[in-house]
């Protein structure tokens, strides 16, 4: 028997139709976070003439999703290894529909400040639940590539953005973010009406003492039957300290390794390629350029994560990571020397690289690693930690893009991010853990359910 034998269907079983379905269903809270987190970016095309913004405004505005994403993965990932997954799991979209709402309707820049970071909340929620969920439902040998394919989601949904606001620009004009806004509701209400149909994870349960509850579900939604009793029920008490437990010693190496990943990723990746269009509408080309150019650049992010699905399983997690960031480390200083040109073809295929290679490596691995390298106690608050220090990586980024961009020029502001990646890249070879094929138990030394 495997080391864990309570779990051994679900972790050494094949891919069932109705594990594909839970993760067709947290795909889509990701899909919706990539369409919400990259339409902010063609958005503010329009916004800034709309709203009259100044360049401050336009920073706070751009950040104000991350700041609620921030709240909401701290928040909602520790009330998840609480209470349960599921309730959060349909609560944090229904969050996210009545904001998407008020987003498109907004009458001021106030209004659409307070819904972004309404909005955000949700995402971030969301971030906290649907990578654990994943992980706690899929075989061991699939568990990443299954991880990994929510992520081809979140660069579909990036794509779109790019395709809407570049088709109905010439008809809506600046108008074009409204409807960019509301669009996302249609998918969203598709997501709550799925996910009631996905109970909560097995691991959790068994994890809070509910074992018969656990082979039920397990043998009805999975058509897997657990092993016999538990014969030491693994039972955590309900406490707002394990906050402490991702900093313990024997954890804390593993939470530096996902929280430095998901910042330096989202440092680079929101404070570049969020800003693409941005960037070219700066260096004085023209809207529709600006949007065809962020478009392109979008095909590459779907290429990449692509790319990373099919490698997560034979390459592993920790190689495509540290080569991901030595990518961008050489692409972001090779623009400080030509960003300030007015090369578009140039910068374009520089862009399309960095999207590549982002996407190749860490920005779609953070979903991958975090549930992996987290106890089932802990896992929804470390995910969550880690989420939340990839928003913090996000405010920063994409705050300080713009004003770098508009104050020293896009040459000098690469040097910034260039060291981040560097940095990110050095972490990686230091506390990166590799955790392809391993059962969640065998990551985290959890204790093991006999059957």
Same mark, same amino acid.
């Given at each position: 028997?495997?080391?864990?034998?309570?779990?051994?269907?679900?972790?050494?079983?094949?891919? &069932?139709?109705?594990?594909?379905?839970?993760?067709? #269903?947290?795909? #889509?809270?990701?899909?919706?976070?990539?369409?919400?987190?990259?339409?902010?970016? !063609?958005?503010?095309?329009?916004?800034?003439?709309?709203? !009259?913004? %100044?360049?401050?405004?336009?920073?706070?505005?751009?950040?104000?999703?991350?700041?609620?994403?921030?709240?909401?993965?701290?928040?909602?990932?520790?009330?998840?290894?609480?209470?349960?997954?599921?309730? #959060?799991?349909?609560?944090?979209?229904?969050?996210?529909?009545?904001? +998407?709402?008020?987003?498109?309707?907004?009458?001021?820049?106030? #209004?659409?400040?307070?819904?972004?970071?309404?909005?955000?909340?949700?995402?971030?929620?969301?971030?906290?639940?649907?990578?654990?969920?994943?992980?706690?439902?899929?075989?061991?040998?699939?568990?990443?590539?299954?991880?990994? &394919?929510? $992520?081809?989601?979140?660069?579909?949904?990036?794509?779109?953005?790019?395709?809407? !606001?570049?088709?109905?620009?010439?008809?809506?004009?600046?108008?074009?973010?409204?409807?960019?806004?509301?669009?996302?509701?249609?998918?969203?209400?598709?997501?709550?009406?799925?996910?009631?149909?996905?109970?909560?994870?097995?691991? $959790?349960?068994? +994890?809070?003492?509910?074992?018969?509850?656990?082979?039920?579900?397990?043998?009805?939604?999975?058509?897997?039957?657990?092993?016999?009793?538990?014969?030491?029920?693994?039972?955590?008490?309900?406490?707002?300290?394990?906050?402490?437990?991702?900093?313990?010693?024997?954890?804390?190496? %593993?939470?530096?390794?996902?929280?430095? /990943?998901?910042?330096?990723?989202?440092?680079?990746?929101?404070?570049?390629?969020?800003?693409?269009?941005?960037?070219?509408?700066?260096?004085?080309?023209?809207?529709?350029?600006?949007?065809?150019?962020?478009?392109?650049? +979008?095909?590459?992010?779907?290429?990449?994560?692509?790319?990373?699905?099919?490698?997560?399983?034979?390459?592993?997690?920790?190689?495509? +990571?540290?080569?991901?960031?030595?990518?961008?480390?050489?692409?972001?200083?090779?623009?400080?020397?030509?960003?300030?040109?007015?090369?578009?073809?140039?910068?374009?295929?520089?862009?399309?690289?960095?999207?590549?290679?982002? $996407?190749?490596?860490?920005?779609?691995?953070?979903?991958?690693?975090?549930?992996?390298?987290?106890?089932?106690?802990?896992?929804?608050?470390?995910?969550?930690?880690?989420?939340? /220090?990839?928003?913090?990586?996000?405010?920063?980024?994409?705050?300080?893009?713009?004003?770098?961009?508009?104050?020293?020029?896009?040459?000098?502001?690469?040097?910034?991010?260039?060291?981040?990646?560097?940095?990110?890249?050095?972490? /990686?070879?230091?506390?990166?853990?590799?955790?392809?094929?391993?059962?969640?138990?065998?990551?985290?030394?959890?204790?093991?359910? %006999?059957?």
């Amino acid at each position: 028997m495997a080391e864990s034998d309570f779990f051994h269907e679900l972790d050494y079983g094949p891919v &069932s139709k109705k594990v594909l379905f839970v993760t067709l #269903m947290s795909g #889509m809270g990701v899909f919706l976070e990539g369409y919400d987190f990259t339409n902010i970016a !063609s958005a503010l095309i329009f916004l800034i003439p709309y709203f !009259s913004l %100044k360049p401050v405004e336009t920073s706070v505005l751009a950040v104000s999703t991350y700041v609620g994403t921030f709240i909401g993965a701290i928040v909602i990932g520790n009330l998840a290894d609480l209470f349960g997954r599921r309730v #959060m799991y349909i609560a944090d979209i229904v969050f996210y529909i009545i904001f +998407a709402i008020t987003s498109g309707l907004s009458i001021n820049y106030l #209004m659409l400040v307070l819904s972004r970071i309404g909005l955000g909340f949700g995402i971030g929620a969301d971030q906290a639940l649907s990578f654990s969920i994943i992980a706690e439902v899929s075989p061991a040998k699939r568990r990443g590539m299954l991880n990994a &394919s929510t $992520w081809v989601l979140w660069t579909i949904a990036s794509l779109l953005t790019y395709v809407i !606001s570049f088709s109905l620009y010439p008809i809506l004009g600046d108008n074009t973010w409204r409807v960019l806004f509301l669009l996302s509701v249609i998918p969203g209400i598709i997501v709550v009406l799925g996910r009631m149909y996905v109970p909560e994870t097995p691991r $959790w349960l068994v +994890a809070t003492g509910k074992v018969e509850e656990a082979k039920e579900y397990t043998k009805s939604f999975f058509n897997k039957a657990l092993g016999g009793l538990v014969e030491k029920p693994y039972i955590k008490k309900r406490n707002l300290s394990r906050w402490k437990e991702i900093f313990e010693r024997g954890q804390l190496k %593993k939470t530096i390794y996902i929280s430095v /990943m998901w910042f330096g990723i989202t440092v680079n990746t929101y404070g570049i390629g969020y800003f693409t269009p941005f960037i070219f509408r700066t260096l004085g080309f023209t809207a529709r350029a600006s949007l065809f150019g962020g478009m392109l650049v +979008a095909v590459f992010s779907l290429l990449g994560s692509i790319t990373m699905m099919l490698l997560v399983e034979r390459i592993g997690r920790k190689a495509l +990571a540290a080569t991901g960031f030595l990518v961008l480390t050489i692409i972001d200083f090779i623009l400080s020397f030509v960003g300030s040109g007015r090369h578009f073809l140039t910068l374009l295929i520089l862009f399309s690289i960095f999207e590549y290679a982002a $996407w190749i490596g860490p920005a779609g691995l953070v979903g991958v690693v975090a549930p992996e390298v987290f106890p089932t106690s802990i896992r929804s608050t470390g995910t969550g930690f880690g989420a939340a /220090m990839g928003r913090l990586g996000s405010i920063i980024g994409i705050y300080l893009a713009p004003l770098l961009i508009l104050s020293v020029g896009l040459g000098h502001a690469m040097y910034f991010y260039g060291a981040d990646a560097l940095i990110a890249f050095i972490v /990686m070879v230091i506390f990166g853990v590799e955790t392809k094929g391993k059962t969640l138990e065998q990551l985290t030394k959890s204790e093991v359910y %006999k059957g």
